[in-house]
């Protein structure tokens, strides 16, 4: 039987279970955090135990799994991941990559092919590699896919470098990716144009955010391409509202592409975009926004 990497280790794939493809443990910014966050907004102990209570709260209505993109520009740190893991049945399986928008950081800018210092590979590829294989750091952690974003600033010099070191990571370790895209910009193109390019297996990849559009021919194209669409921003109805994104789920399904849909919200026990009072006047603003949208919701919704 095949085995994913989780936090706690290893498990059968038929052990996964019921699984929300797209959601996030904490996104934070450690210098946000430990420069503002610590006696205002932040408190560890609490974080860690809300965390728990929210994931067990997931656990109880039927989910098994979250997959989590979290990766460097959303703030990964395992070891306080791996403190939730302890305590919660739910499986989480983490990611390596690089979340841009634009430019890379300074850290890998500088270095690799064609750079300032002149390497024999890409240093993304190297440490991404290594995540795969090795694990993360020294927590023991293996990342089983690979993101990256493509938003609506589309191909600059700095994500395309970052797409296609997760392709030669993706060519070397046969880790499935997922990509951020804008729907609105239709970047999910790009990104299969560029994966197309790298020899990446498109029927590996999820374009994330699909499902903020409702263009049956643009998302019918990316599935024709064989990625799978990331129908995974419910509750996130500033970009899409609920009714319309079951509407367009259901289309697909009636047209045969049920098998290359995956349901998620891109939510996260906390979010550091959205500190202190700012927390409460976004979940005023999006209440739907939260891990149970989609068990309690959305799949009546659709069954219907």
């Known amino acids: 039987m095949p085995t994913v ?19 996030h443990v904490f996104v934070l910014s450690t210098e946000h955090q430990q420069n503002y966050g610590t006696g205002d907004w932040w408190d560890e102990e609490e974080r860690v135990t809300d965390a728990v209570a929210k994931l067990d709260e997931l656990k109880a209505l039927g989910i098994d799994t979250i997959v989590d993109p979290t990766v460097w520009g959303l703030g990964r740190y ?30 890998y800018a500088h270095r ?21 294989r090795d694990g993360i750091a020294d927590t023991g952690v293996h990342a089983a896919f690979l993101k990256c974003a493509v ?61 903020d559009s409702n263009d049956l021919d643009h998302l019918k194209e990316l599935a024709d391409a064989g990625c799978i669409l990331g129908m995974d921003r419910f509750g996130l109805d500033l970009y899409n509202p609920t009714s319309a994104r079951v509407d367009t789920i259901v289309a697909l399904a009636e047209q045969g592409y049920a098998d290359r849909m995956v349901l998620s919200q891109d939510a996260s ?36």
Not at 7 to 22: E, F, K, N, S, Y
Not at 169 to 186: D, L, Y
């Open 78 to 107: 395992l070891p306080r991941v791996q403190r939730v893991a302890a305590q919660t049945e739910l499986n989480i399986i983490v990611a390596t990559g690089l979340y841009t928008y634009d430019e890379i950081p300074f850290q």
């Open 151 to 211: 938003e609506a600033k589309g191909l600059t010099p700095g994500v395309e470098r970052t797409l296609r070191a997760v392709a030669a990571t993706h060519r070397e370790t046969g880790a499935p990716i997922t990509v951020h895209t804008s729907a609105a910009a239709q970047t999910g193109r790009l990104a299969v144009q560029v994966l197309r390019e790298e020899g990446a297996d498109l029927t590996k990849v999820v374009i994330g955010h699909a499902g």
């Open 112 to 132: 690799g092919p064609g750079t300032l210092i002149e390497t024999p590979t890409d240093p993304m590829v190297d440490d991404f590699t290594r995540d795969v």
């Open 5 to 23: 990497h989780t936090v706690r280790g290893p498990i059968d794939t038929a052990d996964l279970g019921r699984t929300l493809m797209h959601e």
């Open 269 to 304: 026990c906390y979010i550091d975009w959205f500190p202190g009072e700012a927390r409460t006047a976004m979940t005023q603003a999006m209440p739907n926004w939260n891990f149970t949208h989609v068990p309690q919701d959305v799949l009546p919704m659709l069954r219907e």
